[in-house]
């Protein structure tokens, strides 16, 4: 288990380190609470052992900290004291301390205490609740596949990439980027309240039915918002609701629902919308093929500053190798699955084995309804 | 912690710091600063103890104590008795360094 040790006592650091490289964890410590926010930036430290009394940052300052931060996983914290007495407990416990251990500790009983940490932080399936509830609100639109693996994928990079420019370092770190993984495949889920009808009609909607189809963004975002306002403090369910309504904002404020401009639309909200929007040019759809990765990335170009935040253009041009690499990656597996859920299916429908033929004005139009505006 | 080369860095982190804490306080003590004195001898305590300087880590406890309490006139008495513990140590911890009785 990776650890990270705050105390600006360096004895107490040397110690601690030892005793729990000795119970095989790995143990990195920092000397300020200061210090230690900067690497927990990187996403990777779950498990934190900190000093209640440090110079600058005190320890509960740290532990509140810690707790505000956008987490996509839960850290947990315990607390060094030599302070004993019900009213601390509650300062720590009220700050977001899981468990205390009093100073001097023994190690015996600092490695129990980790190892019920490490049960607790094994039972936060939180990533896979998540990911299968996306899943379930994506079967009904059986034809996207690995739509949100890949999508997920596709908002890993940029956001990687982001988080190495200066320009959003403060906004973006590791945590974001883990974040973002986790909560993009909920884009969609307001489609769950869009009617058979329309959602899985395999040509052009009208413009009445578009209408609707475009509520998927606000009904999701509503249905996310609600459990935001049960859980203000969970920073994942506000990340799932920004992108759940802003995906399909343009950069010039020609998108929806709100018609955002420029970085009024989240961040979030624009990374997705540009990883949706390739991943439809993509892969097939019922109304049209898959383009190319090269036709694909012409259109995101010629659309940068309109239909997309220039910045992320940007991301998405110097990862392009992965891009390619992600698709081809699912790809495989995808056509694989579709075979054998047509087989499945075809008992029942054998229209769906044959290809469905459209003129060759229809598909014009379909395919430039999806590289321009209507990708939904 | 069966490592006698963890137990000889810290201790010797130890005995060198110390000294500087000790000259902390005192400066503190002339200032007036019960807040400053109350924070070093909490941090005394805490490492003390870590170092299972069980005498050490009491007495500075009391001039935590006393600091909180606002009790200036009384806090020079127990720098004393504070040093007095921490030559023991001292004395205690040179047996282990020397690579003694320890085992």
């Keep these: ?376 | 912690m069966g490592n006698l080369n963890l137990v000889h860095r810290v201790l010797s982190k130890f005995q060198k710091r110390l000294p500087e804490e000790l000259a902390e306080m005192n400066k503190a003590l002339e200032r007036g600063d019960m807040g400053r004195i109350a924070h070093i001898a909490h941090r005394v305590k805490g490492t003390s103890a870590s170092v299972s300087a069980k005498g050490l880590a009491l007495a500075a406890a009391e001039i935590e104590d006393l600091s909180r309490a606002g009790r200036a006139t009384d806090i020079p008495a127990r720098i004393e008795h504070f040093r007095d513990e921490w030559e023991k140590c001292l004395d205690e911890a040179v047996v282990l360094l020397s690579g003694g009785d320890i085992v």
């Design chain 1, 1 to 376: 288990m990776r650890i990270l040790v705050v105390d600006d006592d360096d004895i107490v650091t040397e110690i601690l380190e030892n005793v729990l490289a000795q119970f095989g964890h790995q143990v990195t410590s920092a000397r300020s609470g200061r210090e230690a926010l900067e690497l927990m930036r990187s996403g990777t430290y779950r498990l934190v052992v900190l000093d209640w009394e440090m110079e600058g940052m005190s320890g509960i300052e740290l532990c509140r900290h810690i707790r505000q931060r956008y987490s996509c996983s839960y850290v947990y914290i315990i607390m060094l004291t030599v302070r004993r007495g019900t009213e601390s407990t509650v300062e720590g416990l009220n700050a977001g301390a899981d468990d205390f251990i009093s100073k001097p500790f023994e190690p015996q009983e600092l490695c129990v205490r980790i190892r019920a940490g490490e049960r607790i932080l094994s039972l936060d399936s939180r990533e896979l609740t998540i990911f299968s509830l996306a899943k379930l609100a994506e079967s009904r639109d059986q034809e996207t596949g690995a739509h949100l693996e890949r999508i997920r994928e596709y908002c890993r990079v940029i956001a990687g990439h982001l988080s190495r420019q200066e320009k959003y370092s403060n906004q973006v770190d590791g945590d974001y980027v883990q974040l973002i993984y986790m909560t993009s495949p909920l884009h969609d889920i307001g489609k769950v309240g869009i009617p058979d009808r329309i959602l899985l009609k395999p040509c052009a909607l009208t413009r009445e039915e578009f209408e609707i189809m475009k509520q998927h963004s606000t009904i999701g975002s509503k249905t996310l918002g609600a459990a935001v306002a049960v859980h203000p403090e969970a920073k994942f369910l506000c990340m799932a609701r920004d992108i759940a309504h802003s995906h399909h904002e343009r950069f010039d404020g020609s998108g929806y629902p709100d018609g955002l401009a420029g970085e009024n639309i989240p961040l979030c909200g624009r990374i997705v919308g540009l990883a949706d929007v390739y991943d439809a040019l993509t892969t097939k759809r019922v109304y049209k093929k898959a383009f190319s990765h090269e036709r694909a990335r012409d259109i995101i170009i010629e659309d940068t500053g309109s239909h997309f935040d220039p910045d992320i253009v940007r991301a998405f041009l110097e990862n392009e190798n992965r891009f390619v690499k992600i698709r081809e990656q699912y790809m495989a597996r995808e056509e694989f699955e579709t075979t054998s859920l047509l087989q499945s299916q075809a008992r029942f429908i054998p229209e769906l084995l044959t290809t469905p033929e459209f003129s060759r004005e229809r598909e014009e139009v379909l395919v430039g309804a999806a590289a321009g505006s209507n990708v939904i």
